[in-house]
Every structure is written in C-alpha cells, then in structure tokens.
C-alpha cells in the first residue's frame, strides 16, 4: 500500500515536522509519496529539505492549461461524480471568504490529483492543515479518489471554521489529527459527537539530534533565543517592547531572532530606531543543525505568541534542557509548566516579559538546569517524532486494511 501526503507548500523551510513525520511513517514500513499544490522550493536552507524537493511532485507546475484538461477529463469520464463533487465545491465555496472561484481551481486540483493517485495506486491520503489541501483531498475523494485524513495545527483552522468548512472536512474525513489536547478540544467543538471518536492526538515530535544531543550546561553568557516566524501572531513587537525596557534598566544581554518574516523590516526599523542593535540580532532562516546550537548557546528560549498550535521549536528548546518563557496559549501549557520547565505569562503583557526575562538572564545556572532538565525529561516521554509517527502510521494501516476488508 502507498500513503500521499498533500501540503499546500512542500518542502518548507518552518514545516521540518511534516518531513519528519513522513520519514518516521516510511521507517515504519508505509511508502510515501509526497505532493504539494505550489512548489516549496524559496528559502530552503536545510539539506533535508532540499532533498524533499527532489521527492515532491507539485500539482501548480502543470499550469493553467494543464489545469483545465484535468477538470474537462474527469467531467467527461466521470460525469456522475463530477457533478457531486461540483455541488460539494460550490456548498463549501459559497461560504468561503475565498469565493467560488477558487474554489473551482481546487476541484481542478483535486481531478490532477485524481490521476496521479491513481497511476500510483494511492490508498490514503494524508493533509496537513485544515485549509486548502484538505479542501482539494476532500474533493478529490469526492471524485472517487482514496479516502483522506487530515492533520489540525490550529490557530488558523480554529479563526476559519465556517468559512474553511472545517465540520464538513471532518464528517467527510476518515479520521482527523489534532497536534494537542487543546486542539482535540476545539474540533470536538465544531463537530457531532458521534464523529468524536475520529478525533486522535499525534504530537509533532522533536528531531533524533535533538533528543540524543549530549548534555551541554547552560552558558553564563547573558543570552536568549526566540525561534519562530517574524510576524503578529509570535508577538515578536511586544519582545522587542521587553528587551527596550530591560536595556533600560541597564541589563547587558542579547537576544537572537531565529527566523524571517513579513515583520522583519518593521523589527529592524524599531532595534535601530532605539538603539538596540547591541541587544538583538536577526539571523534568518538556519538549519536544524544550526537552530540547535542557537539554543544551546542560550540560557533560556523566548516566545510570546498570541496564537498557536503547538511549537516545536518549544519542544526542541526543552528537550535540549533549555528553559522556556511562553505564554498561556492553545498547547502551549501541555508543555511549558511555571516554576518546572520554564515561566508561563499572560499573553499579550510586556511587564510579564519582562519580569521572566529578568528572572532567566538573572538566575543561577544551577536553577536553570533544574528547570532545563524537568522540560528534557517531559519531551522524551511525550514528543519523539519517530514514536509519533509509528503512532499515525498505525492509524493509517488500520484505516487502510478496514477499507480492504
């Protein structure tokens, strides 16, 4: 049997977690076959990525021409059919703030797709993220095309639920991945109860070099690390708020921006509008290898999000025995415990920022190793990507054979 995932945008360089997750399901003895809607290939920077290029078929590159002999192949073959999944994208469609229209370049997504799957005799797909791809393997399985699941990270699905037709994907859904309890809560909110019972957590789990790194102490060095994308929802403008005011208060130490995104120059314009050029650099997009050594040159990992699902680079932080200050958001708290692997502060509040940042920069690196060793042992026991992906590859199996039968 083969399993395709389907991601809007594969290989990516803040996605490594789908790429691991399908390493773990092929070491599990599940061959993958990797499909994306738009080529991921800007920004890669790690050499697994580059690799995962080279495996993904990307459904976009076949053009505008490409698109529309799919969509008339499949509505004269398979008229029937076509018409159903027609009706499905104009219900889902109407109410989409995406429009119809769209929506009908994902049917002719979903009819390309119907092809390729069944030249390679696809017997589940797998999406990640509740919006598009699973929209088009939605629609595809509605032309005769293999049953779907779909992995739920959240925030977005959880801002969009009517209009990404969230409770029709997961009454459609051969069963549905939610990455956190929290997230498990949320889609038995918008679905009946009877479909609870579809709903199933596999973690997002944390690299192999991650979880058998040798032990390195916490550095003396005033130094902490933020590891994420440059943008609202990470509350990167409220960090940069805290790190002023602690400059102010005469505290000499630096923190590291991992990461791009669209709130990179406003970020800059602000560090040189108030002088805090000695106190924060931006790197960009690294590699694994190399957001692991940010890490361990840090006393502590910092992230103020808004909103989230659950990060894997709090995870990474953890299970290299570096204390975490977040915030009480999603699945955040199913990780981060105050007081024993790391601060947990009111989303939103610079004082409260500013009030643990002091603690980490300021506390004894004894502390801290307390702290980085309680998040190390919690990681190991919950977040090992290849334990999590033979747990998905067993539902794949059972869902697989269940068909068979």
Same mark, same amino acid.
């Given at each position: 049997? %083969? ?323 977040? %915030? ?52 190991? %026991? ?24």
């Amino acid at each position: 049997m %083969t399993l395709a995932y389907l991601v809007n945008q594969y290989p990516k360089v803040s996605h490594s977690f789908i790429r691991r997750e399908i390493a773990g399901v092929e070491a599990s003895g599940i061959p993958v076959a990797r499909f994306t809607i738009r080529s991921g290939n800007s920004d890669l920077v790690d050499e697994a990525d580059k690799v995962e290029l080279s495996k993904t078929q990307a459904v976009l590159d076949i053009g505008m021409v490409g698109l529309l002999l799919n969509l008339l192949r499949v509505a004269l073959s398979k008229p029937v059919r076509f018409l159903s999944a027609f009706w499905l994208m104009l219900q889902i469609g109407w109410h989409s703030d995406r429009g119809v229209w769209r929506h009908l370049a994902y049917l002719a997504e979903a009819c390309v797709l119907l092809g390729w799957f069944s030249n390679l005799k696809i017997a589940h797909v797998h999406a990640h993220f509740g919006t598009n791809s699973t929209a088009v393997a939605m629609l595809c399985h509605a032309l005769g095309g293999p049953p779907y699941s779909f992995t739920v990270h959240g925030p977005e699905e959880f801002d969009k639920v009517y209009t990404i037709a969230l409770t029709e994907k997961i009454k459609r859904a051969a069963f549905v991945v939610a990455v956190s309890s929290f997230g498990k809560s949320q889609l038995y909110r918008w679905c009946d109860r009877t479909l609870w019972s579809k709903i199933h957590i596999i973690h997002c789990g944390v690299d192999k070099m991650f979880l058998t790194e040798a032990h390195i102490a916490v550095p003396e060095q005033p130094r902490l690390v933020c590891i994420g994308r440059l943008c609202e929802q990470k509350g990167h403008l409220l960090l940069v708020e805290a790190i002023s005011k602690l400059a102010a208060e005469g505290l000499q130490f630096k923190v590291i921006l991992v990461g791009d995104g669209p709130l990179r120059v406003e970020i800059e314009n602000t560090i040189a509008q108030q002088g805090l050029q000695y106190h924060i650099e931006i790197t960009g997009w690294v590699s694994n290898s190399e957001v692991q050594q940010h890490l361990l040159a840090s006393r502590a990992m910092v992230l103020p999000s808004f909103a989230e699902g659950l990060p894997v680079a709090i995870m990474e932080a953890l299970a290299l025995q570096r204390p975490v200050i977040s %915030t009480y958001v999603a699945g955040i708290p199913e990780l981060v415990e105050s007081g024993v692997n790391g601060w947990l502060v009111p989303p939103g509040s610079v004082e409260a920022i500013v009030a643990a940042m002091r603690e980490a920069l300021q506390l004894p690196r004894e502390k801290l190793e307390i702290l980085g060793r309680a998040g190390a042992e919690r990681i190991a %026991t919950q977040y090992d990507a290849a334990k999590e992906a033979s747990s998905l590859a067993a539902l794949f199996r059972y869902h697989i054979e269940k068909l068979q039968k």
